[in-house]
């Protein structure tokens, strides 16, 4: 596509990239990010957590995956000061005894976000629930992260509705299908990325309270700074949809029969007369015999070894 060189198209650009992504962290709940070894899924996560950091929320990163400074790497200093990070990279089970290890492991972190204090809308970005999925029990991780999207409010006094969202980046082809669907239900916006070049493909899928799901097709080139530029969507469209990467296939191919007939095929089988179909000939030819025709009779002559006792059928059974 050409270039955009004049200012105002520059912020139409920059004003429907922020547009997607408002729409991706939506007003809470689970985002789920699902990559593959194709496409990566950690850029669109830094953009997200970026777009957060400009909101001006606090934003929590558990990082698994990477090390804290590959996972700061190309944040401004706005979203570099509003990242809160928990390590569990360096040393996740606190072999090397330094006492720098979180307490209660992952699962005591994740514990400790459910249990947060202080005002204001929370993001907590996951990286990445692989990591999790093979180091805690399905179910417990689905608990988890319900009890952290479905927090409204500090539970020891009555303060205002405060919107908590997690941001998930899932590898779903580390993991089986039972798994994925258990993340897929909990979450309220599911992103499935793939790409052909530079440009990514995201197959976006909104699950609004009280609402339909709509499934929105997205293409888009992530910047160095994190930012989008978008290439162009197609609009939403009602479920169901069919996964991105699933190609559909033809059950009739490689057959050894035809299930489809052709014109002549059809008027030969439509000019048929079966066997058990009766015409208006055969009902008169039958019913009506014409004079001088011939009928059918049967000659029996019974032979030594027939039984004509009626009073004892079984005669010539020789008991």
Not at 132 to 150: D, F, I
Not at 234 to 256: E, G, N, Y
Request: aromatic content about 6%; charged content about 25%; proline content about 8%.
């Amino acid at each position: 596509q050409p270039a955009v060189t004049s200012s105002e198209g520059v912020g139409e650009a920059t004003g429907r990239s922020r547009e997607m992504l408002e729409s991706l962290l939506g007003p809470g709940g689970l985002v789920l990010l699902r990559d593959s070894v194709e496409w990566e899924g950690r850029s669109l996560l830094k953009a997200l957590v970026r777009q957060a950091a400009l909101r001006g929320e606090r934003v929590h990163v558990l990082g698994c995956e990477v090390s804290e400074e590959e996972f700061r790497e190309g944040f401004d200093p706005g979203t570099y000061s509003r990242l809160v990070y928990h390590d569990l990279f360096r040393d996740p089970l606190n072999w090397s005894n330094t006492g720098e290890a979180l307490p209660g492991g992952p699962l005591g972190v994740l514990r400790a976000m459910c249990r947060r204090t202080g005002p204001g809308p929370v993001t907590i970005a996951l990286d990445s629930l692989s990591w999790l999925l093979l180091h805690l029990p399905c179910t417990t991780l689905c608990q988890t992260l319900h009890a952290l999207s479905r927090q409204d409010s500090r539970p020891d006094d009555s303060s205002p509705v405060e919107h908590v969202r997690v941001l998930g980046l899932l590898h779903e082809e580390l993991h089986g299908p039972g798994p994925v669907e258990a993340l897929s239900t909990l979450a309220q916006v599911e992103v499935t990325l793939s790409g052909t070049g530079d440009q990514a493909s995201a197959h976006i899928l909104y699950r609004r309270p009280q609402h339909r799901p709509t499934h929105k097709i997205q293409w888009f080139t992530i910047l160095p700074d994190f930012s989008l530029n978008l290439q162009g969507g197609s609009p939403p469209k009602s479920q169901p949809h069919p996964d991105p990467r699933t190609h559909p296939v033809d059950p009739t191919t490689h057959l050894t029969f035809n299930l489809h007939l052709s014109k002549k095929e059809k008027e030969a089988k439509d000019s048929l007369t079966l066997p058990f179909q009766f015409s208006s000939e055969k009902q008169q030819a039958l019913l009506c015999r014409g004079l001088g025709q011939a009928t059918s009779h049967i000659f029996y002559e019974p032979d030594a070894y027939d039984d004509l006792d009626q009073e004892d059928p079984d005669d010539d059974l020789d008991i």
